[in-house]
Structures are given as C-alpha cells and as structure tokens.
C-alpha cells in the first residue's frame, strides 16, 4: 500500500458536481492498493497514517510535534490507483504493481474501517468513480508512506545501496 499524504487546511472530494467527503485541517491521503498487499498493509498504514507526526506543536514552535489525533483534525482518504504507477521506464506509467478493483476496494475498505476505529473522524472519496479533489496544502507538507518500507519487527525492506 502506497499513499501520498498532505497536511491540509481542509480538502474535499467531489464526485458529479456532489460534495462525497470534507474534512477541515488534516490529513489528505491518496492511497494505492497494490497487487501484493494484504491485511498487514492495511493495519500498517492506518497505523502510520494515525500517529505520523507532522503537525505543529499548539505553541507553533515545533514543525513535527503532533499527529492528526492530537492535533484533532481529520482524515480524507481517496483510493487513488495511479499511486501506485511505475515511471521508470518510457513516457506512459506502468500500473501493472495496482491490485485488481475487487482487492483493491476490499482492502481500502478495510483501511478506511481502520483509520475511523482509532477515533480519527475519517472521509472518504468514492472508490473508482471520476473524483474531483480540492485542498488547502498546510506548509506545504507531503510525504510518500509505503508499506513496502515498513519495519516488522524482523527485516526491514531497504534498497540496495549502490555507488555513485
């Protein structure tokens, strides 16, 4: 499971002109599904995305203090299968790493019963239909969270390192 996160002001998702999800300050998170992915993803990244600590103190001296539960903000989560695209190689991305609709939906479902059973006041988009995503970037702050990069306890899934 792959995401790009944002700090926001607020975001919303619109879906034929109707307004499907809205949150104020936040998270914005478009999250991927990969082919691979299984419920430890799932739990892996609700768990990151709840407790990433990427808001400003209360004091505002502190960039990184808080997470989006004590800052009390929000999470909007849309399903976003092109995250997960290759632009490696050639000028057309390759998704083949995207997980087919049916996992895809079953398991974004789950992150998003999980990201709420931790009290965060959760949104959603409306997986595979022609979004329209709005937001007020806070910073900006962004980060890319993958599941792939994730520590388990036992390995940790690292790059091979290679001189340059």
Same mark, same amino acid.
């Given at each position: 499971?792959?995401?790009?996160?944002?700090?926001?002001?607020?975001?919303?998702?619109?879906?034929?002109?109707?307004?499907?999800?809205?949150?104020?300050?936040?998270?914005?998170?478009?999250?991927?599904?990969?082919?691979?992915?299984?419920?430890?993803?799932?739990?892996?990244?609700?768990?990151?995305?709840?407790?990433?600590?990427?808001?400003?103190?209360?004091?505002?001296?502190?960039?990184?203090?808080?997470?989006?539960?004590?800052?009390?903000? /929000? +999470?909007?989560?849309?399903?976003?299968? %092109?995250?997960? &695209? !290759?632009?490696?190689?050639?000028?057309?991305? #390759? *998704?083949?790493?995207?997980?087919?609709?049916?996992?895809?939906?079953?398991?974004?479902?789950?992150?998003?019963? /999980? +990201?709420?059973?931790?009290?965060?006041? %959760?949104?959603? &988009? !409306?997986?595979?239909?022609?979004?329209?995503? #709005? *937001?007020?970037?806070?910073?900006?702050?962004?980060?890319?969270?993958?599941?792939?990069?994730?520590?388990?306890?036992?390995?940790?899934?690292?790059?091979?390192?290679?001189?340059?």
């Amino acid at each position: 499971m792959i995401a790009v996160v944002q700090r926001v002001l607020e975001a919303a998702v619109t879906v034929d002109g109707e307004t499907v999800g809205r949150i104020g300050p936040g998270l914005l998170a478009l999250v991927a599904v990969r082919k691979s992915d299984t419920d430890a993803e799932v739990a892996w990244m609700a768990g990151k995305l709840t407790s990433l600590r990427i808001f400003r103190s209360t004091d505002g001296l502190k960039h990184f203090d808080m997470d989006v539960k004590a800052a009390g903000g /929000a +999470v909007l989560l849309v399903s976003n299968f %092109t995250v997960a &695209g !290759r632009t490696r190689q050639g000028r057309r991305p #390759s *998704l083949d790493d995207a997980a087919p609709p049916e996992k895809a939906r079953e398991l974004f479902d789950a992150l998003v019963a /999980a +990201v709420r059973a931790t009290g965060v006041v %959760t949104e959603t &988009g !409306r997986f595979a239909a022609d979004m329209k995503v #709005s *937001l007020v970037n806070d910073g900006p702050v962004t980060f890319i969270v993958d599941s792939s990069n994730r520590f388990d306890g036992l390995t940790v899934a690292r790059r091979p390192f290679r001189a340059t």
